[in-house]
């Protein structure tokens, strides 16, 4: 039965069971292998875009309109920067994320969205809550070994 613990709800299934299938392993990997935030965020990013680009598409071959907070970034309480980004050297950072273990954390993402078929508004609005979580904890790194840390999700997340 869809819905059960581990079970992929189906696409006929209640939105808000796609939901939290895809919430729930999220929360286990990224809890389970200490998932560092900047790896988070890269793959929140990539889907990010994706979707946002092809509901943009949608809406604009059908002109609809989206709804500014779907589109628009989750920042949190803008933070004095602590280090200026120039001390941050961007291609070694990227070089040492594990590759590996991102491809596994976008393919839970795109395998909970696409075979449950959850609607890209919702997808794009629960990505947008872990998009801040990640972004909040990246505004407090005070060197580029904190972007390593693991993203700290808050209890009941």
Same mark, same amino acid.
């Given at each position: 039965m869809a819905g059960e613990a581990g079970m992929m709800p189906g696409p006929d299934s209640p939105t808000e069971d796609k939901l939290v299938f895809l919430q729930e392993n999220m929360v286990g990997f990224v809890s389970q292998y200490s998932l560092p935030a900047i790896e988070v965020a890269l793959v929140l990013s990539k889907y990010l875009r994706i979707l946002t680009e092809s509901l943009v598409e949608h809406a604009n071959a059908h002109l609809e309109t989206i709804p500014e907070d779907i589109l628009r970034t989750r920042s949190p309480d803008p933070l004095a920067p602590t280090l200026p980004l120039t001390d941050f050297p961007l291609e070694k950072l990227i070089n040492r994320v594990d590759k590996d273990r991102m491809d596994i954390f976008d393919t839970i993402l795109r395998t909970s969205i696409n075979k449950t078929e959850l609607p890209?508004?919702?997808?794009?609005? !629960? !990505?947008?809550?872990?998009?801040e979580i990640v972004r909040a904890q990246l505004s407090r790194a005070t060197s580029p070994g904190y972007l390593f840390s693991p993203l700290e999700l808050p209890n009941g997340f």
């Amino acid at each position: 039965m869809a819905g059960e613990a581990g079970m992929m709800p189906g696409p006929d299934s209640p939105t808000e069971d796609k939901l939290v299938f895809l919430q729930e392993n999220m929360v286990g990997f990224v809890s389970q292998y200490s998932l560092p935030a900047i790896e988070v965020a890269l793959v929140l990013s990539k889907y990010l875009r994706i979707l946002t680009e092809s509901l943009v598409e949608h809406a604009n071959a059908h002109l609809e309109t989206i709804p500014e907070d779907i589109l628009r970034t989750r920042s949190p309480d803008p933070l004095a920067p602590t280090l200026p980004l120039t001390d941050f050297p961007l291609e070694k950072l990227i070089n040492r994320v594990d590759k590996d273990r991102m491809d596994i954390f976008d393919t839970i993402l795109r395998t909970s969205i696409n075979k449950t078929e959850l609607p890209f508004p919702q997808a794009i609005v !629960l !990505l947008r809550e872990w998009e801040e979580i990640v972004r909040a904890q990246l505004s407090r790194a005070t060197s580029p070994g904190y972007l390593f840390s693991p993203l700290e999700l808050p209890n009941g997340f």
